[in-house]
């Protein structure tokens, strides 16, 4: 029996610039970094609650695009395919950002992402849901995903499945969790060499500054002390956020040591009022007037 | 041989058949891992360490990962089992057994162990009282109690055999009295079926675990006295096995619970769930009253939170108006 179809109500009216194909340049990563942070602020607007966690959604676009674009080895046909490489959103809050590169890769319509997000029914919950194929842990409590990245990448040395690689993205707000540390431990006792976390180090938790809060430098010391291969760049320029990357995927790179690349970004990033008011914009609401705004900024 | 020992206690019973049980299915399934956090020795899963050092992980004791990092194996082919100490599985890594094992589904095998006062020597931050309690409301999650080593061990079996979540209740240890073999040779143990030990037309015994053998001697002394008292093993407490339980009900009229947990949220509360809208019958709970653990005696202990069959005797007596 065929499932029966949703009906849609709400559609996009904007184009879409950027399309999946490989290789992308620089150039085709920036515009595709751009469409993600469009979508974000589409996603937001549509839907049920006209909100999204927009501030942390908006500082991980190039992470993300750099991921979806050029290094996550994935069939979305065959979410499931046992060879494909991991992507683990640990920062779960930043739903709307993967939902957007999951559609671009073709996981699944882009018409789902103006029509089921944070919707009584709808598939494409504010905090990652393991219900969504190609989501790879339900994520949101935060700190967790560091030890999911460390099951899946024990899982793939204990099958010799040595082309693997699994990426987890932490924010830095949830690096004051401490399971985020049982998990970096546990990385680096288990040798785990094929996993990739990155930081979105956009330096604000949720009430003000993560340094006001709990300041989590030396940053790199700490990353360094539990034995982590560890880099620093600015987590909105794509050609750096590459090569790192490029890097710590290497085998030759300090083998048998996890990596972590910690990704200097902005809450907010894209859209000026929200950088200036980054607190206020953790998790926000959009009318027409703000989504208005947020498109002319972001070139329409 | 001697039983293996441990800091001068017999590793034999329930513990025994969970290491036994452990090297069978390693054995038989490939694909099963076991995380540990540094409770191994004390739940004696030691042994499959040694037999497939490439398929057991400890996290150090680091209980919130060991969930973590069991549901990400279960996502990648694999079975893992997952025995902690039930205080810590259900408390510390509550979250993420919520999240990452209900949530999600994961085809983990959860084995709770010292569960309610079993283990005499640890007290209240060791001794749970509510892991039913918290893994019953938690969707997904199937729950069994096993009442002797050898339902333990086909609890595990059938457990690794179902694709799902499962948390597998059991004791440390009993008083010397109750700590042997208590169901009949050929019992069948089913994940989703509690089973009638002793038929009876007066009042229903309705035990988990330990307080089984503790009802079905209860039961003997009743017919003493007259008294026809039906015993149940309720080893399936999620999803509670409704046909036996209403069955029960019918026939007698009259239910006593007994458990080793805390009386809200447990055994009592899932029997009185299922029969307050099937089959409402006067019903009376024996178990841990609301209270946190200690440390001491075992045999004292029983008393001190009568987990005794005294204690389903007053009940039974005071329900009949005896």
Same mark, same amino acid.
């Not at chain 1, 504010?126 to 990448?153: I, R």
């Not at chain 2, 020795?41 to 990962?65: C, H, K, S, W």
């Not at chain 2, 009185?272 to 099937?278: F, Q, S, T």
């Given at each position: 029996?065929?499932?029966?179809?949703?009906?849609?109500?709400?559609?996009?009216?904007?184009?879409?610039?950027s399309?999946y194909h490989t290789p992308m340049t620089d150039e085709d990563l920036r515009a595709f970094a751009l469409?993600l942070?469009?979508?974000?602020?589409?996603?937001?607007?549509?839907?049920?609650?006209?909100?999204?966690?927009?501030?942390?959604?908006?500082s991980s676009a190039e992470i993300l695009a750099i991921l979806y674009g050029c290094f996550l080895n994935l069939h979305?046909?065959?979410?499931?395919?046992?060879q494909r490489d991991i992507f683990v959103m640990s920062?779960?809050?930043?739903?709307?950002v993967l939902?957007?590169a999951?559609?671009w890769r073709?996981?699944?319509?882009?018409?789902?992402?103006?029509?089921?997000?944070?919707?009584?029914?709808?598939?494409?919950?504010?905090?990652?849901?393991?219900?969504?194929?190609?989501?790879e842990?339900?994520?949101?409590?935060?700190?967790?995903g560091l030890?999911?990245g460390a099951?899946y990448a024990?899982?793939a040395k204990?099958?010799?499945q040595m082309d693997r690689r699994m990426y987890v993205l932490l924010?830095?707000?949830?690096?004051?969790?401490?399971?985020?540390?049982?998990?970096a431990?546990?990385c680096a006792?288990?040798k785990l060499d094929n996993l990739i976390a990155l930081v979105d180090y956009?330096?604000?938790?949720?009430?003000?500054?993560?340094?006001?809060?709990?300041?989590?430098?030396?940053f790199e010391?700490?990353w360094r002390?539990y034995r982590w291969h560890t880099q620093r760049v600015d987590g909105h320029d794509v050609a750096a956020l590459c090569h790192a990357i490029e890097l710590a995927k290497d085998p030759a790179t300090a083998p048998g040591q996890p990596r972590v690349i910690i990704c200097d970004t902005?809450?907010?990033a894209?859209?000026?009022?929200?950088?200036?008011?980054?607190?206020?914009?953790?998790?926000?609401?959009?009318?027409?007037?703000?989504?208005?705004?947020?498109?002319?900024?972001?070139?329409? | 041989?001697?039983?293996?020992?441990?800091?001068?206690?017999?590793?034999?019973?329930?513990?025994?058949?969970?290491?036994?049980?452990?090297?069978?299915?390693?054995?038989?399934?490939?694909?099963?891992?076991?995380?540990?956090?540094?409770?191994?020795?004390?739940?004696?899963?030691?042994?499959?360490?040694?037999?497939?050092?490439?398929?057991?992980?400890?996290?150090?004791?680091?209980?919130?990962?060991?969930?973590?990092?069991?549901?990400?194996?279960?996502?990648?082919?694999?079975?893992?089992?997952?025995?902690?100490?039930?205080?810590?599985?259900?408390?510390?890594?509550?979250?993420?057994?919520?999240?990452?094992?209900?949530?999600?589904?994961?085809?983990?095998?959860?084995?709770?162990?010292?569960?309610?006062?079993?283990?005499?020597?640890?007290?209240?931050?060791?001794?749970?009282?509510?892991?039913?309690?918290?893994?019953?409301?938690?969707?997904?999650?199937?729950?069994?109690?096993?009442?002797?080593?050898?339902?333990?061990?086909?609890?595990?079996?059938?457990?690794?055999?179902?694709?799902?979540?499962?948390?597998?209740?059991?004791?440390?240890? &009993?008083?010397?009295?109750?700590?042997? *073999?208590?169901? *009949?040779?050929?019992?069948?143990?089913?994940? &989703?079926?509690?089973?009638?030990?002793?038929?009876?037309?007066?009042?229903?015994?309705?035990?988990?675990?330990?307080?089984?053998?503790?009802?079905?001697?209860?039961?003997?002394?009743?017919?003493?006295?007259?008294?026809?008292?039906?015993?149940?093993?309720?080893?399936?407490?999620?999803?509670?096995?409704?046909?036996?339980?209403?069955?029960?009900?019918?026939?007698?009229?009259?239910?006593?619970?007994?458990?080793?947990?805390?009386?809200?949220?447990?055994?009592?509360?899932?029997?009185?769930?299922?029969?307050?809208?099937?089959?409402?019958? *006067?019903?009376?709970?024996?178990?841990?009253?609301?209270?946190?653990?200690?440390?001491?005696?075992?045999?004292?202990?029983?008393?001190?939170?009568?987990?005794?069959?005294?204690?389903?005797?007053?009940?039974?007596?005071?329900?009949?108006?005896?």
């Amino acid at each position: 029996m065929e499932a029966e179809r949703p009906v849609y109500h709400n559609t996009s009216t904007l184009p879409v610039i950027s399309h999946y194909h490989t290789p992308m340049t620089d150039e085709d990563l920036r515009a595709f970094a751009l469409q993600l942070r469009r979508d974000i602020i589409e996603i937001t607007y549509y839907s049920g609650t006209q909100s999204s966690h927009v501030g942390g959604e908006l500082s991980s676009a190039e992470i993300l695009a750099i991921l979806y674009g050029c290094f996550l080895n994935l069939h979305p046909q065959e979410p499931e395919w046992p060879q494909r490489d991991i992507f683990v959103m640990s920062k779960g809050h930043c739903s709307a950002v993967l939902y957007a590169a999951m559609a671009w890769r073709g996981f699944f319509g882009r018409e789902m992402l103006w029509n089921e997000f944070n919707r009584a029914g709808g598939i494409l919950q504010e905090h990652c849901s393991p219900c969504l194929p190609g989501v790879e842990a339900p994520t949101g409590s935060l700190g967790m995903g560091l030890s999911d990245g460390a099951g899946y990448a024990w899982a793939a040395k204990h099958a010799g499945q040595m082309d693997r690689r699994m990426y987890v993205l932490l924010g830095d707000g949830e690096c004051t969790e401490g399971q985020t540390w049982e998990g970096a431990a546990l990385c680096a006792q288990l040798k785990l060499d094929n996993l990739i976390a990155l930081v979105d180090y956009n330096k604000y938790i949720i009430s003000s500054t993560t340094a006001q809060v709990m300041d989590l430098e030396p940053f790199e010391d700490r990353w360094r002390a539990y034995r982590w291969h560890t880099q620093r760049v600015d987590g909105h320029d794509v050609a750096a956020l590459c090569h790192a990357i490029e890097l710590a995927k290497d085998p030759a790179t300090a083998p048998g040591q996890p990596r972590v690349i910690i990704c200097d970004t902005k809450k907010g990033a894209g859209i000026s009022f929200m950088e200036q008011d980054a607190v206020h914009w953790h998790a926000g609401h959009l009318n027409s007037e703000s989504y208005q705004r947020c498109m002319k900024e972001l070139g329409l | 041989m001697s039983p293996k020992m441990m800091y001068g206690v017999s590793l034999k019973g329930f513990r025994s058949a969970l290491a036994d049980s452990l090297l069978a299915m390693g054995e038989r399934y490939p694909n099963m891992v076991v995380v540990d956090a540094e409770t191994g020795t004390a739940t004696n899963v030691l042994d499959f360490r040694d037999a497939y050092p490439d398929r057991y992980v400890t996290m150090g004791i680091a209980e919130q990962a060991a969930l973590s990092f069991a549901f990400a194996l279960s996502r990648s082919g694999l079975i893992p089992v997952v025995p902690l100490f039930s205080c810590f599985l259900s408390h510390r890594a509550c979250d993420q057994l919520y999240v990452q094992i209900g949530y999600a589904n994961a085809n983990v095998k959860l084995i709770g162990c010292y569960t309610g006062i079993s283990s005499p020597n640890t007290g209240a931050t060791h001794q749970c009282m509510n892991d039913i309690a918290i893994i019953r409301s938690t969707p997904n999650i199937r729950v069994v109690e096993c009442a002797d080593p050898s339902e333990l061990q086909q609890a595990i079996e059938q457990a690794m055999a179902y694709v799902g979540p499962v948390y597998i209740r059991m004791i440390r240890g &009993d008083i010397p009295k109750y700590d042997k *073999p208590v169901l *009949p040779e050929g019992h069948k143990f089913a994940l &989703d079926r509690s089973s009638v030990l002793r038929e009876g037309s007066d009042i229903s015994l309705i035990a988990s675990g330990m307080m089984v053998p503790r009802a079905l001697e209860a039961a003997e002394i009743l017919s003493q006295e007259g008294i026809s008292a039906e015993v149940v093993n309720m080893t399936a407490i999620k999803p509670v096995d409704a046909e036996t339980l209403v069955a029960t009900a019918k026939k007698t009229g009259h239910v006593v619970t007994c458990e080793n947990h805390n009386i809200f949220g447990g055994v009592g509360s899932a029997v009185a769930e299922c029969l307050c809208e099937k089959c409402p019958v *006067p019903m009376r709970l024996v178990g841990v009253r609301d209270q946190y653990g200690w440390s001491g005696d075992l045999e004292d202990l029983v008393k001190m939170f009568g987990l005794t069959t005294d204690e389903i005797l007053r009940n039974a007596r005071e329900l009949l108006g005896r």
